[in-house]
C-alpha cells in the first residue's frame, strides 16, 4: 500500500478481524506508520505561513501515535484491540 484510502485500511480492518493474514496485516500497518511518520517529518520541517500546517501537524502526529498502537496491539498479539484502534482510525478518516 502506497497511497493510504480509506477503503484499504477498511480491507485490513475486515482481514484483522477475520483472523486472516495477520503477518500481512501488521506488515500493512508498518509501511503505513512509515508513510505517515515521513509525511508528519516534512510536515515539521515547514515554515508555517499560516495555521494550517499546525492543523495538519496534530492529524499526522494523531495519525502516528495511533498506528505505533496499532502495531504494539498486534505484536503483542492483542488483535481485538487493535481492531478497535483500526476502527477508530478509520473513523476518524471519514
Do not use: H
Amino acid at each position: 500500500m502506497l497511497i493510504i484510502t480509506k477503503q484499504g485500511v477498511e480491507s485490513l480492518f475486515r482481514r484483522l478481524n477475520n483472523g486472516v493474514e495477520l503477518d500481512a496485516c501488521r506488515d500493512e500497518v508498518k509501511k503505513m506508520l512509515e508513510i505517515k511518520s515521513a509525511l508528519l517529518w516534512r510536515a515539521e520541517g515547514l515554515q508555517p505561513c499560516c495555521g494550517s500546517f499546525c492543523q495538519i501537524e496534530a492529524c499526522l502526529t494523531w495519525e502516528v501515535q495511533t498506528l505505533e498502537n496499532i502495531l504494539d496491539a498486534l505484536e503483542e498479539g492483542n488483535t481485538s484491540q487493535a481492531s478497535s484502534l483500526l476502527n477508530d482510525y478509520i473513523n476518524q478518516l471519514g
